[in-house]
């Protein structure tokens, strides 16, 4: 099945089901961050409502934002060793990260001056090196998001809206 997160009037999540040319709307919007499969379950980021999970292929959605300060999730990014352990970056309240498959979310952006955080990615060979782009950089974490420092060296100073780690040459 394949997701898509389509942008014409409204934000919805879209599957393909077993079928790529018959798509059938799973959400009606609005929603922000690009869906992601962990382990079976469907998660999205909402720039109103937080985060979502759905177990069913998006028929039923289920909210999983305690413990978020902001609902307006722009970026969504998991571990790929463990399937509990995920991450959302949020419009105005910084970066979050859950051990528990979204039911508790802590503050997980010491380091990064800026409250946008607006991509991120995950090392998929080193999982506790995550990226985080922002307003106007990208940072680096090597202790699972625990602590970040500047990595945009040569980069002009942007927004960085999108961060993909090759996995061949992490």
Not at 18 to 47: C, F, M, N, Q
């Amino acid at each position: 099945t394949v997701h898509a997160l389509a942008l014409e009037g409204r934000d919805d999540v879209s599957d393909s089901g077993e079928h790529p040319a018959d798509w059938r709307y799973r959400t009606e919007g609005p929603v922000k961050s690009t869906p992601l499969v962990v382990g079976g379950t469907l998660y999205i980021g909402s720039d109103l409502e937080g985060v979502f999970k759905s177990r069913n292929g998006g028929l039923r959605w289920r909210e999983a934002s305690r413990g978020l300060n902001s609902s307006e999730v722009l970026a969504i990014a998991a571990d790929p060793h463990e399937s509990g352990t995920l991450y959302v970056g949020t419009q105005r309240a910084g970066l979050f990260r859950t051990l528990d498959h979204g039911r508790s979310w802590r503050r997980a952006d010491q380091g990064i001056p800026s409250s946008k955080i607006s991509a991120l990615a995950v090392d998929p060979q080193t999982p506790r090196t995550l990226y985080a782009g922002t307003g106007t950089s990208v940072f680096k974490s090597v202790d699972g998001a625990r602590h970040w420092r500047p990595s945009a060296s040569g980069l002009p100073t942007a927004e960085v809206l999108s961060l993909v780690i090759d996995p061949l040459q992490p």
